[in-house]
């Protein structure tokens, strides 16, 4: 059983920046690709990045795009997404969430920021943006 644990959350002002990480335990035998998702009041939960297994494929929601970046270090199991330029409209609570590594399987962006892709989620952390 994968767990994942989100940290770095907080409150910011607009224009401000923050970045989270997220921590996964693993045996090392195994391989994940890591999404960022977020869900914010009476809204459905949206993914916002996603990254390979090997870190060489990454992709962004529209929303986020230019000032969101994510990365990996996979000697830590450690995915962090730094935000910047923050917006009101990015508060949230934000999960990280760990997909089967699968050989057979390209790895498409579009297909790894629905949340449907996903077996493991972290609890979450919290980011409010607001002056």
């Known amino acids: 059983h994968l767990q994942l644990v989100e940290s770095g959350g907080g409150l910011v002002q607009p224009g401000g920046s923050l970045r989270l990480s997220c921590e996964y335990s693993?045996?090392?035998?195994?391989?994940?690709?890591i999404g960022w998702f977020r869900q914010a009041p009476g809204r459905e939960r949206e993914g916002v990045s996603c990254?390979?297994?090997?870190?060489?494929?990454?992709g962004y929601a529209d929303s986020v795009k230019g000032r969101f970046i994510i990365s990996r270090d996979n000697s830590e199991n450690t995915v962090y997404l730094n935000m910047n330029n923050l917006k009101p409209e990015d508060t949230a609570v934000y999960y990280c969430?760990?997909?089967?590594?699968?050989?057979?399987?390209?790895?498409?962006?579009?297909?790894?920021?629905?949340?449907?892709?996903?077996?493991?989620w972290g609890q979450g952390t919290q980011v409010t943006v607001s002056s």
């Open positions: 990254i390979s297994s090997g870190g060489y494929v990454s």
């Open positions: 969430a760990a997909a089967d590594f699968l050989a057979d399987r390209p790895y498409f962006v579009e297909t790894y920021l629905e949340p449907n892709e996903y077996r493991y």
């Open positions: 693993t045996s090392g035998l195994d391989f994940y690709h």
